[in-house]
């Protein structure tokens, strides 16, 4: 399998140029009407910022839903992951969504979190809300897997430190070492129960 994977802003003069090779018939026809035919082993892949440039037509071709972050948020997300470990009652507190979308309102919905993070804050790498709460959800899953395989169901206060842990790497992982510090006081200006900050 062969992949080109074409990263940075879509050019609407370059990106027109890609829709036959993005049709069924996967055929690049150039400029001086040569057509260079792709084989059935080649795909590509479109890491990109914005569609601000793109066609319609090529946003169909490339199977590609936008959804602006103001018309769906990240807070569906918290509600589906909740509403997917319902069945799972053998290791999961039946008050664990109650915990979690508690802890969601208190933490991250009041004073409004991600907010005050792009106004004080500096990243290495930009990531939308939407991609740093899915990264939250996938390591708080993984953190919890251990007690479905035992069995075992986990009390509030233990919740609330997992819950505390998969924010600081999924927000914060991103951050320099001044900015986690930053991140630090951040959270624990929302008696959040945090270690203290080894010297």
């Keep these: 399998m062969s992949w080109i994977i074409c990263d940075g802003p879509v050019d609407a003069i370059w990106i027109e140029n890609l829709n036959t090779v993005l049709d069924d018939n996967k055929i690049l026809t150039l400029a001086n009407a040569e057509r260079i035919p792709m084989t059935d082993n080649c795909k590509m892949v479109f890491e990109v910022e914005n569609l601000n440039n793109a066609s319609p037509a090529t946003v169909s071709r490339c199977g590609i839903v936008f959804i602006s ?32 979308q508690e802890c969601v309102d208190k933490w991250l919905i009041k004073g409004d979190m991600f907010k005050t993070l792009v106004k004080n804050f500096t990243y290495i790498m930009q990531t939308p809300p939407v991609v740093r709460i899915t990264q939250f959800l996938n390591l708080l899953t993984a953190i919890l897997w251990q007690f479905y395989e035992n069995q075992e169901q986990i009390d509030k206060a233990a919740f609330e430190r997992f819950f505390v842990y998969c924010i600081v790497w999924s927000i914060g992982g991103l951050f320099e070492s001044e900015e986690r510090e930053k991140f630090h006081k951040l959270l624990e200006s929302k008696q959040m129960p945090l270690p203290s900050i080894s010297a």
């Design 69 to 100: 972050e103001e018309d769906l948020n990240w807070e569906p997300l918290i509600t589906t992951f909740s509403i997917d470990r319902q069945p799972d009652r053998l290791y999961c507190n039946p008050k664990e969504s109650e915990w979690l």
